[in-house]
């Protein structure tokens, strides 16, 4: 999953950070309300971890100025404001939860495992595709009920691509979805940790993830 981190408090980014990480999430970081609002609008997110309180834009006008712009990005609102106005206010403009600082990273992980199974944003806890049986929860593959297991970076891009089954998926949206911005974008990680997951889920002379020349790669049964 690739999020949004807006927060400008660098002593909660460290801990935030390592948090996400053991849900395998990537995400980009934003320490202003500006920059933050601006990738918010640029960028296909699957959740916004957004302050409350930010130099430039404030969290009220960032969630008034996605939602004026057609973005439904779930946005969970951190704040150490606690009176039950602000909340309603919050969650009334597009806001999909308020956690109240100081939170615990257990409590906001299970918030965000929570909103993203929600049914409007369409996700499965397993999902199936042939053979293939995804947890979306544990992490987990199985193939014909066998386990098979895959490095934290193999299993997000299995699970961005089989979530959009069917899709033809550019290099481009791949690298930017499954790692952050320090990867060098000349390198061949994407296609080695393609060939990596064809060689664990695919059966010999059997095809599930197809390379369309020059457009990128899709997943399904059949091409």
Not at 172 to 200: A, G
Request: hydrophobic fraction near 40%; glycine fraction near 4%; charge should be neutral.
């Amino acid at each position: 999953m690739k999020l949004l981190i807006i927060e400008d408090d660098t002593e909660i980014l460290g801990p935030l950070s390592l948090a996400l990480k053991t849900i395998n999430a990537v995400f980009d970081i934003a320490q202003d309300g500006e920059q933050g609002c601006f990738l918010a609008l640029l960028n296909d997110y699957d959740l916004i971890i957004l302050d409350y309180n930010l130099p430039k834009l404030n969290g009220k006008e960032i969630i008034k100025k996605l939602r004026n712009d057609g973005k439904n990005t779930p946005i969970i609102v951190t704040s150490v404001r606690s009176e039950l106005d602000d909340k309603i206010d919050l969650l009334e403009l597009g806001a999909d939860d308020y956690l109240v600082k100081p939170f615990s990273f257990s409590e906001l992980l299970a918030r965000i495992k929570t909103i993203l199974r929600r049914p409007k944003n369409i996700k499965e806890n397993i999902i199936k595709m042939g053979d293939l049986e995804v947890d979306c929860d544990k992490f987990t593959l199985k193939k014909k009920g066998q386990r098979i297991f895959l490095s934290a970076k193999e299993f997000a891009l299995l699970d961005y691509l089989i979530k959009r089954k069917g899709k033809v998926l550019s290099r481009q949206e791949i690298m930017e979805h499954i790692w952050d911005e320090n990867i060098d974008p000349f390198s061949n990680t994407v296609e080695v940790h393609i060939m990596n997951l064809r060689k664990k889920i695919e059966a010999e002379g059997e095809r599930l993830i197809f390379n369309f020349s020059n457009r990128g790669y899709k997943i399904d049964t059949e091409k």
